[in-house]
């Protein structure tokens, strides 16, 4: 599978696998360069004939920004194997167990983070040239996520309000707006369900992460701007803001950014949703310096203290699994019996998390 191999050798170094530049927007000098080992414990119920379990991994194609250094498991799966999400090139972990019995299985990864923050002061749109044919399916519809009705009309009110002439302006007036408008509800389970659609006909702008930045997505397509969610997981504390950051058991630290494109320049790291997070876990409101400062940033950055899984939308893990559709694959996935597992409530399903950064050839304690 070349890049895209599971199992690569360790200590290969990213200059070996040269970027194109017209991928990745140029790239400030990062601040922070760090390796982590992320861990899934799985101790599944022994009920039941059969088990299965869908795990997604930190992403494989590797950028400047994140680079994957392999995955291994071990435990007593009857069938345990990598395979990639369905419909997507993004790594995937599946294991299997036949008859009744413990059903134990770790899975483990090697992933290096730089900080991400690109220059779009000096960015020009002038000759450009035009949106590569792989980045046009970025301005397509999906199922939560439809470009025409409220969608639309709201991406266009957005962008007439703004005066908005140029896709970075466009992308940065749909930014503003979700940071205006949207709100992060504490009440929602999960990351939310991405569902924008329901959001902006019952005028109900709360959700979380997977809600707020699926927004995002949603209008700068809408605005004929390519934008694309990526599904992951904080793995580190936040070197700027507590409410931003996880280390060790990091469980429930799943987390949704987004990206957006500029023809010429590459894809654009923003997080809307975080600067309502931040507003939410300190109670600030939303003319704070502090997240002003943040709300600047975030337009143009990631803090890496995280790790991409997929950008997958609408997945169907196995044809023949108890699952309906996915509307992305974010969280460990397992059905024991023929009856689906609660995802959202780890100590039922069960399984944890765990991650831990790695200096030299030890763990950072």
């Not at 140029?26 to 390796?35: A, L, Y």
Request: aromatic fraction near 10%; include cysteine.
């Amino acid at each position: 599978m070349k890049r895209r191999d599971f199992i690569k050798l360790a200590g290969a170094s990213a200059a070996l696998f040269p970027v194109a530049p017209s991928v990745f927007a140029q790239q400030v000098i990062p601040s922070r360069r760090h390796t982590y080992r992320l861990t899934y414990k799985f101790e599944l119920p022994a009920d039941g004939k059969k088990a299965r379990l869908w795990v997604p991994l930190p992403d494989t194609d590797d950028t400047p920004h994140q680079f994957s250094q392999g995955s291994v498991w071990s435990g007593n799966p009857t069938v345990a194997k990598f395979e990639t999400v369905p419909g997507t090139s993004s790594p995937m972990f599946y294991a299997e167990w036949r008859g009744t019995g413990p059903r134990t299985v770790s899975v483990s990864s090697i992933v290096k983070t730089v900080d991400r923050s690109v220059d779009l002061k000096h960015y020009s749109e002038r000759g450009t040239g035009a949106i590569p044919a792989d980045v046009k399916r970025f301005l397509l519809p999906t199922k939560h996520i439809p470009l025409d009705g409220i969608v639309r009309k709201t991406a266009m009110s957005i962008i007439k309000d703004a005066n908005a002439q140029t896709p970075l302006q466009k992308a940065h007036a749909v930014y503003n707006w979700v940071v205006d408008n949207s709100y992060r509800d504490p009440a929602t389970r999960g990351c939310g369900r991405g569902d924008i659609k329901l959001m902006l006909e019952s005028g109900n702008m709360g959700g979380k992460c997977a809600d707020l930045n699926a927004l995002f997505v949603g209008l700068a397509r809408a605005a004929g701007v390519p934008a694309r969610d990526h599904y992951g997981i904080r793995i580190d504390e936040s070197a700027t803001h507590k409410a931003l950051g996880q280390s060790d058991d990091i469980t429930t630290a799943q987390h949704v950014r987004a990206e957006f494109y500029l023809a010429g320049l590459g894809w654009v790291p923003v997080d809307p949703a975080d600067v309502r997070e931040l507003a939410l876990e300190e109670a600030l409101l939303i003319t704070n310096p502090r997240v002003i400062e943040l709300r600047e940033k975030l337009f143009g950055a990631w803090e890496m203290n995280w790790v991409a899984f997929n950008h997958g939308k609408d997945i169907t893990l196995a044809k023949d699994s108890v699952f309906k559709e996915l509307p992305f694959f974010m969280y460990p996935q397992a059905e024991i019996g023929g009856h689906e597992r609660d995802s959202l409530n780890p100590a039922e399903f069960a399984y944890k998390i765990v991650s831990s950064e790695l200096v030299g050839t030890g763990v950072k304690f």
